[in-house]
Each structure stands twice: as structure tokens, then as C-alpha cells.
């Protein structure tokens, strides 16, 4: 994601060796039993009252989301006795290898983060718990306020998301929009860019090249237009050019098709033929994240998980949409992380509970928007949050529009698994650095994709309950 703080979008605390993921009761009843009825139910109370009921809830983040995320488990603690809750946190490069031993080693956290992609996955091999009831009848919280489109991507009936039962709920919406440096424009009297209006691809071209420039007179560049990473920013030139990885039915990939390498050449471009990026050895000294936070480049995409950082930003910055392709239409996409309840949990209604505190309750979510990691899931607040132009960036309506409007899923996202998804990025350097066209890369790399797009469809349809 390019904010390294948010995609690796996609965190300080290690795994305690020895620590018990799973969730346990660690103390029973102490009244013993008496002769008298009287003397039994009032053992009986006593045992109720006194258990101990330890659950563990496994994330990954940052230190702003750890702070956020102990305070709501501390409320929830307070209104739950008895009821003590682990929190772990692990790095994001990290997080998947640790819950991928969790669920091999059957010790999977009571509470756990997991993208959309797994849903179907982990609903089908039975490590996640039907959560509807509880959230259903959860008394704090309107299911009607809550994004639909967050919602959606957890609900699985069997055979298609997006409906059915709820197998966990969105810890947050990430909307990936375009920022730029304000401050950069107004040193070089170049008009700010159009919020409501994206640039053509050529005006984009353009206005990067009169902002890469050398500054010091030393004969060496050190201000670009933009360096974005292949992995999460080329899906919006894709996307806005009329083209995608998937067809229509999601079991053909698409990449063939000639507005797909049109698109994925505009993007090398930028750097081969247009010189508005870091060059490969540029880019190895000091990557464009790093750039980006020093104001050396113009353009970069934001998550709403940037925001913490990019309160010290030394420059004042601002979001657009992406420019558009032959379609005119800018495009992006809109992320998740689900927050689900192991199906081997020995308390599932305090943990789907705290579920929803985490993800839906009006005191969790201004946790979680005060430490400027998301947007509320709460659409209410939401309004209010975007509306207040006195924070930054002063354009949130952007991360609204992206939710509400043009934002889409991950392609991943719609198929059992992503390998084939991830393979065409494994192989897209060559393209990027100039020695291979996108035309004959979309060429060669389609039947590949198409051979483990094959294979996933297979394997759901044999774990497909």
C-alpha cells in the first residue's frame, strides 16, 4: 500500500513464546454441594459468578490502533465480569504466517483478523463461526448504520458472497485515494489540482513532468512526480482504462485484453519513457514512501490508515481522485480487514460481543477514528468526520466517495484464492523496468494465471459444503 504503515495495506508486538492462542476457562465452580436445595443454588451462584472466562484477540497494527484497541477491550472487560481478554499484536509482515500456524496448530485466538479473500475458505474448512444471532440481536448497535458494503463482504450462503449468514465484520472500510503535495503546487504556481474533476492521463502526465525537477542546481533530480508500487496502484489505471484481471463470471482472466495493456504500459511509462518517477537506483537509496514523507514527490496514494503519520508530514497535503482513462472515470480500491470468531471458541457469545464492540460500537469507533487509523464504520459519524474540513485531510469526502460510489474490491477478493492474482505481480518487474512491453507480458502471463485461477476453482468445489 504504499503507506508502509498501513500495507505492511494489509505493527510492534511479537508472539510471547509459549502463549496459548486459543481462548480456555481457567477456573470452575467452588460451592460445594450441601443436603439442603438452599445450600445447592447458592453453590450453583457462586460457581456462576466466579468463572473465569479467557479469550485471546489477535490483530496486526500499530502502536495507535494497540492504544485504541486496549481501551475498547478495557470498556468491554468492565462491562463483562469475569471476562479477561489477551491482546496480540503482531507485525503485518508477519500477521498471516502467525495465524496460518494458529489454524494449523489448532490454537486459532478466540477473535482474529482475516481479509475477505479467506472468507469462503475458512467458512468451508470450518474455522470461523456463524456470528448472525449475535449481531443480530446486539442491543448496542444499529446493523442498519453500519456500511452495507462492509457487511457484505462477510456474509457467505454457501456459494456467493455478499450474502447469507455473517462469518465476522468489517474492523474497517479502506478507501485508497490519491494525495498530493499542496505545498510542492503552490512553490512552483502550478493550479492545485481539480477535487472534483480527476486529470486526463495525459494532463496527469504533464503536470508531474513540471513538478520533476532538481531544485538544488547540483544536476541531479530530487523531486518527482510520483513513484507508486505496481502491487496496489495499478488496479486504478486498469480499472478507470474499461479493463480488469476478471471477466464478468470471475473464472476467466481477463488480462489479455488490450485496454488492460494499454494501461499497465501508461504505468511503466511513467518511469521508462516519462522520467516522472524514481529511477530503479533512485528508488533503492531511498524509496518512495520515504520520499513522499520528506515532500519529495507530488503524488501518492493515501489510505485512511496513513493518517496518524501524516499528521507530521512537513508539507500540507490533500486528496484527489485518480486520473481517469478512456473511460473518464477515476477508479480505485476499497479494502478490508474482517474481524472473525473461531468456530473452536468455548465463548461464543462474549466473543462475537466483542466483535461487535471492536468493529460497531459508537465508543470503539471514536477509539479507533481519534487515533486516525479508519473511517467510522458508523455511517452517521461518518458524515460528521468527513465534514470536518478542520482536520486532515481536508478532503475526506474523497474516502466517502470511494466508499459510497466507485471503490472496488481487490480482485483477489473474488475467487477461493488469490495465487493466481499474486503471480502476476511475482512477474511484472521485467515490465516495469522497461525490458519486456505490456502487450507481450499480458500475452505470455494470461494462460499461467489462467492455470491456478483453474486449480482454485477446483479446490472450492470440493470443500464447498
Known amino acids: 500500500m504504499v503507506g508502509k504503515k498501513g500495507l505492511l495495506s494489509t505493527l510492534s508486538l511479537s508472539l510471547i513464546v509459549g502463549t496459548t492462542l486459543v481462548g480456555c476457562s481457567s477456573s470452575k465452580g467452588v460451592g460445594k454441594t450441601e443436603a439442603t436445595a438452599t445450600s445447592a443454588a447458592t453453590a450453583a451462584s457462586s460457581s456462576q459468578s466466579t468463572e473465569k472466562k479467557e479469550m485471546a484477540f489477535m490483530f496486526r497494527g500499530g502502536p495507535d490502533e494497540e492504544k485504541a484497541y486496549k481501551k475498547i477491550v478495557e470498556k468491554y472487560e468492565g462491562s463483562h465480569p469475569g471476562v479477561t481478554v489477551k491482546v ?87 478507501p485508497f485515494a490519491l494525495g498530493y503535495n499542496k505545498t510542492m503546487f503552490q512553490k512552483a504556481g502550478i493550479p492545485l489540482p481539480d477535487k472534483n474533476k480527476p486529470y486526463t492521463w495525459d494532463e496527469f502526465i504533464k503536470v508531474n513532468q513540471q513538478l520533476t525537477k532538481d531544485t538544488n542546481g547540483d544536476g541531479k533530480l530530487d523531486q518527482w512526480g510520483t513513484g507508486f508500487n505496481v502491487n496496489w496502484s495499478l488496479q486504478s489505471f486498469v480499472w478507470s482504462n474499461g479493463a480488469d484481471w476478471l471477466d464478468s463470471t470471475k473464472t476467466k482472466v481477463a488480462i489479455d485484453d488490450p485496454k488492460f495493456a494499454e494501461a499497465l504500459q501508461y504505468f511503466a511509462d511513467m518511469q521508462n519513457k516519462y522520467k516522472i518517477t524514481p529511477s530503479i537506483a533512485e528508488a533503492q537509496t531511498l524509496d518512495t514512501y520515504q520520499r513522499w514523507m520528506k515532500g519529495q514527490m507530488a503524488f501518492f496514494p493515501v489510505g485512511p490508515w496513513d493518517m496518524s503519520t501524516y499528521e507530521k508530514l512537513p508539507f500540507e497535503y490533500d486528496l484527489i481522485p485518480y486520473p481517469a482513462g478512456s473511460t473518464g472515470k477515476t477508479a480505485t480500491w476499497l479494502g478490508s480487514l474482517g474481524i472473525g470468531v473461531s468456530s473452536k471458541t468455548k465463548y461464543p457469545q462474549e466473543a462475537a460481543e466483542l466483535v461487535m464492540a471492536l468493529t460497531a460500537s459508537k465508543e470503539g469507533m471514536k477509539e479507533l477514528v481519534d487515533a486516525k487509523v479508519q473511517i467510522p464504520n458508523l455511517m452517521d459519524m461518518a458524515k460528521d468526520w468527513a465534514a470536518d474540513t478542520s482536520t486532515k485531510p481536508a478532503n475526506k469526502q474523497e474516502f466517502m466517495k470511494i466508499v459510497q460510489d466507485y471503490g472496488r474490491g481487490l480482485p483477489g477478493n473474488y475467487t477461493y484464492n488469490e495465487e493466481w492474482y499474486q503471480l502476476f505481480f511475482t512477474d511484472i518487474q521485467p515490465v516495469m523496468d522497461g525490458k519486456v512491453t505490456a502487450a507481450d507480458y499480458v500475452k505470455q502471463e494470461q494462460p499461467k494465471m489462467q492455470k491456478l485461477l483453474d486449480k482454485a476453482i477446483e479446490q472450492e468445489k470440493k470443500t464447498t459444503k
Open 88 to 174: 496480540i499484536m503482531t507485525t503485518a509482515d508477519q500477521y498471516a504466517t502467525k495465524l496460518k500456524a494458529a489454524i494449523t496448530g489448532k490454537s486459532v485466538p478466540d477473535v482474529f483478523y482475516y481479509g475477505p479473500g479467506d472468507l469462503r475458505a475458512y467458512v468451508n474448512s470450518g474455522i470461523l463461526l456463524d456470528i448472525t444471532k449475535y449481531v443480530e440481536s446486539y442491543k448496542d448497535v444499529d446493523i442498519k448504520n453500519i456500511w452495507p458494503t462492509g457487511i457484505n463482504l462477510y456474509r457467505y450462503d454457501g456459494k456467493q458472497v455478499g450474502q447469507g449468514n455473517i462469518y465476522g465484520m468489517p474492523k474497517d472500510l479502506g
